[in-house]
């Protein structure tokens, strides 16, 4: 069963949880069942986010879409000067 990590804003944690591609989590009180640890101070209601760890950067689910266009779609070179990807 794959691991996900969700982030909690109302208390500044971030718990990682266990369910199957097809289930969501969307609330606190969720996470807490599924990790099996307690709700504490913070309301069973507060919500959640998913978060992607990468080369253990954090990142929001939220943030991931920048809105620039890749450089291929504005005319630039696609693979950096000269468009070599790296050859010499």
């Not at 266990?18 to 309301?43: F, N």
């Not at 809105?67 to 696609?78: M, V």
């Amino acid at each position: 069963m794959p691991t996900y990590d969700y982030h909690c804003q109302t208390n500044a944690r971030t718990v990682e949880v266990k369910h199957r591609i097809s289930e969501s989590v969307a609330t606190w009180g969720e996470v807490c069942a599924r990790a099996g640890i307690e709700l504490g101070e913070t309301p069973a209601d507060a919500p959640v986010e998913k978060v992607f760890t990468a080369s253990g950067a954090v990142i929001g689910s939220r943030s991931l879409g920048s809105g620039l266009e890749p450089p291929c779609q504005t005319g630039g070179p696609c693979c950096g000067p000269g468009g070599m990807c790296g050859m010499m």
